[in-house]
């Protein structure tokens, strides 16, 4: 073990109030990619035409194959995916200390894992809302198995714009009750309420930060570990490949992280 985990460990064991700040780096041995390593999502989709609602209606009208494409990349892996080593030990250390998650994820893998206080602040594939974002219902992940089979038999044959919506129509359409569409905060949105109120106020009071497999280049999201640095709080960012806060632990997070919560909460 080396002694960055040591000390990091340290600092876990003695936190009162814990937050954990997750990233797509932590759902990427879920199976899930990442946005912006070198096999992400914005290499072959890129952000000016799918990540605003806008640049994804252009898309959808103009080039619907491509949109389908879009559609199938961002659903199948998060209808596949299962929570990993780390979220699992980040649920487990509840029985250790008070924590709360902020992810930037949209794949409810925290949940799944058994964490209780989730914010999450980019939303969630699984919540399905009207024009005004009021809840409409919940979709499981078996849904949006069927959503993913649908889209790539419709690829099949020429796809059409009603084609592709009428694969979608469990998560996007226009129905009785109006238009419907996953709850996810895209470029431009505003943060999901009341999760962002929720984040900000933890990030006020806790006096320890784990982030995992955050790139730190989104705000507002990426400013929740300077808020809590700024009244004292150690930050630990679990990445492998670039690291923030006061200790890097440098590793996937399922090479670290059960590793560091195994370390600060084993019995002495
Ligand atoms: N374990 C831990 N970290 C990893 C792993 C891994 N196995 N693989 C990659 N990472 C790290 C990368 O080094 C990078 O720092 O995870 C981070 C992923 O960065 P991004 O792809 O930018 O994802 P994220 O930080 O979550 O992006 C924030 O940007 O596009 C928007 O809405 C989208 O929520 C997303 C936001």
Same mark, same amino acid.
């Given at each position: ?25 932590? /759902? ?36 619907p ?31 250790h ?12 893998l ?11 602040v980019?939303?969630? %594939? ?5 024009r ?32 592709? %919506? ?30 962002? /109120? ?18 730190? %280049?989104v ?10 640095r ?21 590793g996937?997070?399922t ?5 560091? %919560?195994?370390t ?5």
């Open positions: 073990m080396n002694n960055d985990i040591r000390e990091a460990a340290e600092w876990v064991r003695h936190s009162e109030r814990l937050l954990v700040f997750t990233g797509a780096g932590i /759902s990427a041995e879920s199976g899930i990619p990442t946005f912006r390593d070198d096999d992400g999502f914005w290499r072959e989709f890129p952000p000016e035409r799918f990540a605003t609602w806008d640049g994804l209606f252009k898309t959808a009208l103009h080039q194959r491509a949109f389908a494409e879009f559609v199938h990349a961002v659903i199948a892996p998060i209808a596949a995916a299962e929570p990993n080593a780390a979220h699992r030990a980040i649920a487990d250390a509840e029985r200390v008070d924590v709360t998650v902020v992810t930037q994820n949209i794949d409810r925290h949940w799944e894992a058994g964490t209780t206080t989730t914010h999450e980019h939303g969630s %594939m699984f919540e399905i809302v009207d005004r974002r009021r809840f409409r219902r919940y979709v499981s992940r078996q849904q949006l198995r069927r959503v993913a089979t649908a889209i790539e038999r419709a690829s099949r044959g020429l796809l059409t714009l009603p084609r592709v %919506m009428w694969a979608v129509r469990r998560i996007a359409g226009i129905g009785v009750r109006g238009i419907h569409f996953p709850n996810l905060v895209l470029f431009g949105d505003a943060l999901a309420e009341p999760a962002w /109120s929720a984040s900000r106020r933890a990030a006020e009071q806790v006096d320890c930060v784990i982030q995992v497999g955050c790139s730190g %280049m705000y507002p999201a990426a400013t929740l570990p300077e808020i809590a700024a009244q004292g709080a150690t930050v630990i960012d679990v990445d492998p490949h670039s690291g923030q806060g006061d200790i890097w632990l440098r996937t997070a090479q670290i992280v059960p590793e560091l %919560m195994n600060a909460f084993a019995p002495r």
